[in-house]
């Protein structure tokens, strides 16, 4: 079995169910001209018959679903074996269970390898990706590797789904509540009525960063069954990231979600500009950050490394696939995380993960570990004053006390052409158009440390934890 194999098959089957689907529209429509008990029995055989239709349809997708697995599991790298076993037993049963991702015993907790899901891409025919974009967006839409623009395109179809799809559940949901007068059936319908708002409020979102020109929707997962909409997970970009020359991932931390999308590119087009021409920079919202509510739950909680751990597979597989989807002409690539992020992005930069990251930035950050993830001079740390977060070193030695890791400055500046840069102050303006917090930070994204103000960020916080042993 070549990688190329199960690609192609599903390409073809993919084209061939499109004309299934088209024919079976002949099926839909009542029995023209007929009537009395002829058009009775027509009518009982062509439901039949639609039903039987239906269920070829499902076992297709089921198979295209297999297909799709075979191939990005091949293109990870999978040996032949465990994949030919995990296609057997999704095509036993194929139209019969929801078609689902690639098995993780498969391709691993990262998922495929971005270089073989680039290498796989360039091996299709133009028409075979044609036909896998149009007919399988959920696959194109999610492989870390492939073009930015090819992904945009899928992803787009998958938000208007899940737009209409939520849409089309909040009408359903609101005519059962019209319809209910108990109370208990009440609260309950109600509740399922504010999740499913959660939800569009969450979709409507991303769709509103992703309206402006230049941005690209680099990845779409949703959950509906997550509460209160959580489970909305999202990567959007501004500017080209298969053409630009540096790119920022910036990567949030506690209580944040994709509602926040807009608020965050309109800073990341700031610091952009300010990097420099050939910047691109993204909005990585790609796993579920902890929540205020989940602080009691050991799998969810923000003081545990639970939620990092799942986040951080998914955020180095991401950031290797921004190179390995420009073979050969490589970006520089600075990995930014705030708060929580900051321990989700050490876990994914750390030594055996992401390799296509050149500088890390940690932004008020509670500990990273023991070791940074990078080498000397390519680490870097900006703490506010007044940040009680950046200061508790919860997950680690607090990185502006870390060899190895150079601090950038939070405080007011006044450039040499007279112009001044504000102070960030708290745990929340690090990124804040005006600060040397964001200049710094730009500075790094475009390349010029040179051009960074330097600072440790040692304040009043980091001396109290020193004189208490911590």
Not at 70 to 93: H, I, K, Q, R, S
Not at 208 to 235: F, N, Y
Not at 328 to 335: K, P, Q, S, W, Y
């Amino acid at each position: 079995m070549t990688t190329t194999l199960p690609g192609a098959a599903a390409a073809r089957l993919a084209a061939a169910r499109a004309a299934l689907a088209r024919a079976g529209e002949v099926l839909a429509g009542p029995v023209p001209g007929w009537r009395g008990a002829a058009a009775g029995a027509a009518t009982g055989s062509r439901t039949s018959l639609r039903e039987r239709h239906a269920a070829l349809l499902a076992d297709v997708d089921g198979v295209l679903a297999a297909l799709g697995t075979a191939a990005v599991a091949l293109a990870g790298g999978a040996a032949p074996a465990a994949v030919d076993a995990a296609l057997a037993g999704a095509l036993d049963g194929a139209g019969h269970t929801p078609a689902g991702p690639p098995p993780g015993g498969v391709t691993g907790t990262r998922g495929p390898d971005p270089g073989e899901v680039a290498r796989w891409w360039a091996g299709l025919d133009p028409d075979a990706r044609a036909v896998l974009e149009r007919e399988r967006p959920s696959l194109v839409g999610g492989l870390d590797g492939l073009p930015a623009a090819v992904r945009d395109r899928a992803n787009r179809v998958l938000l208007a789904g899940a737009q209409e799809d939520a849409r089309r559940e909040e009408q359903a949901v609101r005519d059962r509540l019209v319809r209910t007068a108990d109370p208990v059936e009440l609260a309950s319908i109600g509740w399922e009525l504010y999740e499913v708002r959660a939800r569009l409020a969450r979709l409507g979102a991303v769709a509103a960063a992703v309206d402006p020109p230049g941005r690209t929707l680099l990845d779409l997962e949703v959950d509906p069954r997550a509460d209160a909409g959580s489970g909305v997970r999202a990567a959007v970009a501004r500017g080209d990231v298969d053409a630009a020359a540096h790119v920022g991932v910036f990567t949030a931390g506690f209580t944040t979600g994709v509602d926040e999308l807009p608020r965050r590119l309109g800073e990341l087009d700031v610091l952009a500009a300010a990097a420099g021409p050939g910047t691109a920079a993204v909005a990585w919202y790609g796993y579920d950050a902890p929540q205020a509510h989940e602080v009691a739950d050991p799998d969810r909680s923000v003081l545990g490394r639970a939620p990092a751990g799942e986040g951080a597979p998914r955020l180095a597989s991401f950031l290797d696939g921004l190179d390995a989807a420009r073979p050969g002409r490589e970006a520089h690539v600075t990995a930014i995380g705030h708060s929580y992020g900051s321990v989700v992005t050490a876990a994914a930069v750390a030594p055996g993960a992401a390799d296509g990251v050149d500088d890390v930035v940690f932004l008020g950050s509670p500990g990273v570990g023991e070791v940074p993830g990078r080498p000397p001079g390519h680490a870097w740390v900006v703490e506010a004053a007044g940040d009680p977060v950046a200061d508790t070193a919860w997950f680690g030695p607090d990185p502006n006390r870390m060899p190895g890791v150079t601090g950038l400055s939070a405080r007011e500046v006044v450039l040499p052409d007279g112009r001044v840069l504000a102070e960030s102050r708290g745990h929340g303006a690090y990124l804040t158009p005006g600060t040397t917090s964001a200049a710094n930070v730009a500075a790094v994204v475009g390349g010029r440390q040179q051009d960074a103000v330097l600072d440790r960020g040692v304040g009043a916080g980091d001396r109290l934890r020193r004189l208490v042993g911590g």
